[in-house]
């Protein structure tokens, strides 16, 4: 049931119109459907990170010295992160993009539901992805690489706000992004790039350890780097926080940066978020 058929359900039964709340989930009902209905790329959007996260683990699985994980036990909280920015971000940026380009969000517009129904419609799918990926992850991770659960509540807290600052944060920024394709046909490549090079500098891919640290500094701009970070702090062992370039796991910084593109993601929305291309004005 479309968002339109809901509020004219809503209103006959009750004399008004529901509110933003109400058809934000019954939008929320809808992306996720939809989203079901191209198996291709739910295909792609949840095996992308797996198979990476194989992919590496084959190939780079000694201990790293000192640390008391192997480099495989290293990709996984990576690729929680990676995937966490994969299903908001990038996913995001290209959809809304895509909608804009199509004439979607234009009709939308013109229709009496209210702004903020749209928006939460795309959260619900973006908190719904990201945590069934997650879970994939988690479960590769502790079935094959020997990535322990948490045994205290506080770890598991700490993922929590993690999980949901990050893919907030994530999600905002692939809202702002969205605006800056000028057509459908570029979406990918404008929203990739910056994804694929930050994923190069914040310890997805090579690990941090690695990284000179002028990269880690432009990386520590951007949120991506504070995901792997805080998920490595709730999944591998504190003897592991010797790889990190501060030597610690850094909770209060992460949750500080986080909680920071929360807020400036917002703002970058609220002043760069178009209804209509640039084509129509």
């Known amino acids: 049931m479309t968002t339109t058929a809901v509020a004219s359900r809503t209103r006959a039964r009750t004399g008004r119109l529901p509110g933003a709340w109400t058809l934000g989930l019954s939008r929320g009902a809808l992306e996720i459907k939809q989203f079901f209905r191209q198996r291709d790329q739910v295909v792609f959007t949840f095996s992308f990170p797996v198979v990476f996260l194989f992919l590496f683990a084959a190939i780079f699985h000694d201990d790293v010295r000192g640390s008391g994980v192997n480099a495989s036990q290293l990709y996984v909280p990576a690729m929680m992160a990676s995937g966490i920015m994969s299903t908001s971000f990038q996913s995001l940026g290209i959809s809304i993009a895509v909608e804009r380009d199509e004439k979607v969000l234009r009709r939308l517009r013109g229709t009496p539901m209210p702004p903020a ?165």
Do not use: H
């Not at 600052?165 to 929203?191: E, F, H, M, N, Y």
């Not at 990284?211 to 709730?234: E, S, T």
């Not at 501060?246 to 609220?270: R, T």
């Open 117 to 281: 129904a749209y928006f939460l419609g795309k959260i619900w799918l973006v908190l719904f992805t990201g945590a069934v990926e997650t879970a994939i992850l988690l479960f590769a991770g502790t079935a094959f690489y020997g990535v322990r659960l948490p045994s205290e509540a506080s770890r598991w807290a700490d993922f929590g706000w993690i999980f949901v600052l990050g893919l907030t944060g994530c999600s905002l920024l692939g809202i702002a992004i969205s605006s800056v394709p000028r057509s459908a046909k570029s979406a990918s490549s404008v929203v990739v790039l910056p994804f694929l090079v930050l994923q190069f500098i914040s310890g997805v891919y090579i690990s941090i350890d690695t990284i000179p640290d002028w990269m880690l500094n432009v990386g520590a701009l951007f949120p991506l780097k504070w995901l792997c970070q805080g998920l490595r702090g709730v999944f591998l062992p504190d003897s592991a926080r010797v790889l990190e370039q501060a030597g610690s796991w850094e909770f209060g910084k992460v949750a500080l940066v986080l909680a920071a593109w929360c807020v400036g993601g917002l703002v970058l929305c609220l002043l760069t978020f178009r209804w209509k291309d640039r084509r129509d004005g």
